[in-house]
């Protein structure tokens, strides 16, 4: 996965919502209202990380694309972009992938699929993560 641009760590609320940062917002031409798809499971080797794009990037990729037809992810649906750029994590999701208040999150951009990546930082990812980087995915 080609990562090219780090916007910062956000943490959970109570609500299981998190804050996109401004930056994030403008380089991607998010606004408040916007739908925007979300997929769970985007990472090769690990299962924590999220992807966000615009509902209608999502629409406008083929059917037949990977990112569509994928055992390793999970399209989940479609979050509303709140007035103050935060989005909501469905407790589904929260409760499957042990997302608990407090819990930080990588924002990343991810230029293949010109996506934001939000990547879980929870103990056993971070492990994952750095066997990775060392020994190559399982």
């Given at each position: 996965?080609?990562?090219?641009?780090?916007?910062?760590?956000v943490?959970?609320?109570?609500?299981?919502?998190?804050?996109?940062?401004?930056?994030?917002?403008?380089?991607?031409?998010?606004?408040?209202?916007?739908?925007?798809?979300?997929?769970?499971?985007?990472l090769?080797?690990?299962?924590?990380?999220?992807?966000?794009?615009?509902?209608?990037?999502?629409?406008?990729?083929?059917?037949?694309?990977?990112?569509?037809?994928?055992?390793?992810?999970?399209?989940?649906?479609?979050?509303?972009?709140?007035?103050?750029?935060?989005?909501?994590?469905?407790?589904?999701?929260?409760?499957?992938?042990?997302?608990?208040?407090?819990?930080?999150?990588?924002?990343?951009?991810?230029d293949?699929?010109?996506?934001?990546?939000?990547?879980?930082?929870?103990?056993?990812?971070?492990?994952?993560?750095?066997?990775?980087?060392i020994?190559?995915?399982?």
């Amino acid at each position: 996965m080609s990562l090219n641009k780090f916007y910062g760590v956000v943490k959970v609320n109570s609500r299981g919502q998190i804050g996109i940062p401004k930056q994030t917002r403008e380089d991607f031409n998010f606004s408040s209202g916007d739908n925007l798809a979300l997929l769970v499971g985007v990472l090769p080797h690990s299962k924590d990380a999220m992807m966000l794009m615009k509902a209608e990037e999502w629409y406008a990729i083929p059917e037949s694309a990977p990112i569509k037809n994928s055992k390793n992810h999970e399209f989940i649906g479609f979050v509303k972009l709140a007035e103050r750029g935060q989005i909501v994590i469905p407790k589904k999701i929260r409760s499957q992938y042990g997302i608990e208040v407090g819990l930080q999150i990588l924002i990343l951009s991810h230029d293949k699929t010109h996506s934001v990546l939000l990547a879980l930082l929870n103990q056993e990812s971070l492990g994952k993560w750095a066997a990775n980087m060392i020994e190559g995915p399982e």
